[in-house]
């Protein structure tokens, strides 16, 4: 409490280094500082001393060493779209909105971020170039947490994930230095970028890796979106179509067998949702599912930067939400097939969560490694348990949560060593980094004592 006392009194100084056109909005109740405040998630919701935002890296460096040398602590945002960046009324939040941008260099096949930018408008510029990278389905998402933190999209078993496109990077770190990080500057922090970026500083920007469009379909910079809709009765047939589909590496496709009450009707189905990087028809990759004579059915020839504009509503801030994202060893059927029966009783019990969803999330191919070792280490994992959780009642939070707990804990069975977490969805601490070895998280351990030993970027990997 004795913090929350103190930032007022230090704003003044904040106010004083940095340039004019950093905004400082202090006052709870302003409509500005209530906008920038909004989340994608009202779960665990703190409101900080004050948002700062700056328009340049030189004011980047100097809120970062103000808040250090004050001990006032803070936390980065960029999209908005994690539950971690909320700090209480002891700290502020560094908001990077206002700065913001992306700087394609296509001869090199590169793009430097710049702070807040968001996932879309990184897509949008590359493919101005004829150009893209790994990018998610939520295109509000910031993209440089989105690459720290692992990255996974529908063009993994391609390119590999977001992390391992990174190259370079600017960074303030906790001793408030800014610094360059590359394979030939501190190609140690450069491995912890790569899967644990978020950590371990500030990254101003961020040099990741591009590709040629002309990988994707048709050589056009295209991938096929599907779904074909069932009644839930109907699950156990599907999803065994759904396995075939996921097992079949001829055909690169990256799916989900979501159990969900679809609008506008909300009956209980099952949607198989794919999405197809290959040349061919897609009739013919489908056809078992077209067999099975889905209630509805939809797909069509999309860009890849328009790729994730069908989950914007999801993409919106408010309501209480979060991704519980797991790796799976296979396609377990018999973990889908009891996920129905906790997801009926979330959704029964809690008639506000009816927007959440119980998925299981294929790639029928591998992610491609990258030819270094870093902090990213789930290239193996074809197969996650990928819950989408959305409910509006405060009264349901615990109620939910335990649902969703119920499901993941069930599909990833009892054996604590084989736990493996997608760091971009889930932050449950150091286990995340359990899977593949002890190794590796020794040495982030290592790092993060060498780099932010106070834990000015999160308490992650300090014992
Ligand atoms: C609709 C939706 C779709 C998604 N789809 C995918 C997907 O397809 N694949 C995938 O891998 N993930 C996906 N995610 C997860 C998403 O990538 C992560 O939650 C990501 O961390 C969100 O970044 P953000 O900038 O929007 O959030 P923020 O809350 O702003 O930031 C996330 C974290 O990074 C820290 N941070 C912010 N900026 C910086 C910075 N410049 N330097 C250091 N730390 C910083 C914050 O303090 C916080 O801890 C999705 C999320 C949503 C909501």
């Known amino acids: 409490m004795a913090m929350a006392t103190r930032l007022p009194s230090h704003l003044p100084y904040l106010r004083a280094v940095v340039s004019g056109d950093c905004e400082i909005l202090h006052d709870a ?99 101005e170039s004829g150009l893209f990278t790994a990018l998610g389905n939520g295109n509000s998402v910031g993209a440089i947490p ?35 990080v590359s394979e030939e500057n501190h190609p140690d922090l450069l491995f912890a970028l790569r899967g644990a970026g978020q950590f371990f500083g500030l990254v101003t920007q961020l040099t990741i890796r591009a590709h040629p469009l002309s990988l994707l379909r048709k050589q056009q910079g295209l991938v096929w979106i599907g779904g074909f809709v069932f009644p839930l009765t109907r699950a156990a047939e599907v999803v065994t179509v759904a396995k075939q589909i996921a097992d079949d590496p001829e055909h690169l ?5 979501m159990i969900i009450k679809p609008p506008p009707n909300r009956i209980p189905s099952i949607i198989i949702s794919v999405r197809y990087l290959g040349d061919e028809d897609p009739e013919l990759v489908f056809k078992a599912l077209h067999e099975l004579e889905p209630v509805a059915k939809m797909g069509s020839d999309v860009p890849i930067q328009d790729a994730g504009d069908i989950n914007d509503a999801l993409g919106a801030e408010g309501g209480f939400k979060r991704l519980g994202q797991v790796g799976l060893r296979d396609f377990n059927t018999e973990g889908f097939m009891q996920s129905i029966r906790i997801w009926e009783k979330l959704v029964d019990e809690c008639p506000d969560a009816i927007n959440s969803s119980f998925n299981l999330m294929w790639s029928s191919r591998p992610v491609k490694p990258p030819a270094w070792d870093s902090a990213m280490a789930v290239h193996d994992i074809r197969f996650w348990q990928f819950n989408i959780i959305w409910h509006t009642d405060p009264q349901n939070r615990e109620k939910v949560d335990a649902y969703n707990d119920e499901c993941i804990a069930f599909v990833r069975g009892p054996d604590e060593s084989q736990y493996i977490d997608f760091q971009n969805a889930t932050r449950s601490g150091p286990i995340q980094y359990r899977y593949p070895g002890e190794a590796r998280l020794a040495k982030l351990r290592e790092l993060k004592e060498e780099w932010d030993p106070q834990g000015v970027f999160t308490g992650q990997l300090l014992d």
């Not at 302003?30 to 409101?47: E, G, H, N, V």
């Not at 394609?104 to 408008?121: C, F």
């Not at 692992?150 to 800014?178: K, M, W």
């Not at 496709?253 to 067998?257: D, H, K, M, N």
Request: charged share 20%; glycine share 10%.
């Open 29 to 127: 109740q302003a409509t500005s500082f209530r906008t920038y405040l909004a989340r994608w998630s009202d779960i665990d919701l703190q409101t900080p001393g004050a948002i700062v935002l700056p328009r340049s890296e030189e004011d980047c460096v100097k809120i970062v060493q103000w808040a250090t040398r004050l001990s006032i602590p803070f936390v980065p945002r960029s999209g908005g779209r994690s539950r971690w960046s909320t700090i209480g009324r002891e700290g502020i939040i560094l908001d990077l909105s206002h700065y913001a941008g992306v700087r394609v260099d296509a001869e090199r096949q590169t793009a430097t971020l710049i702070g807040g930018v968001r996932t879309k408008e990184v897509g949008r510029r590359l493919a």
């Open 146 to 180: 989105y690459f720290l933190n692992g990255g996974n999209s529908i063009t993994s078993a391609l390119i590999g994930y977001g992390a391992d496109q990174i190259l370079s990077a600017r960074i303030v770190t906790a001793a408030g230095e800014l610094i360059e």
């Open 253 to 257: 496709t990256v799916g989900l067998a």
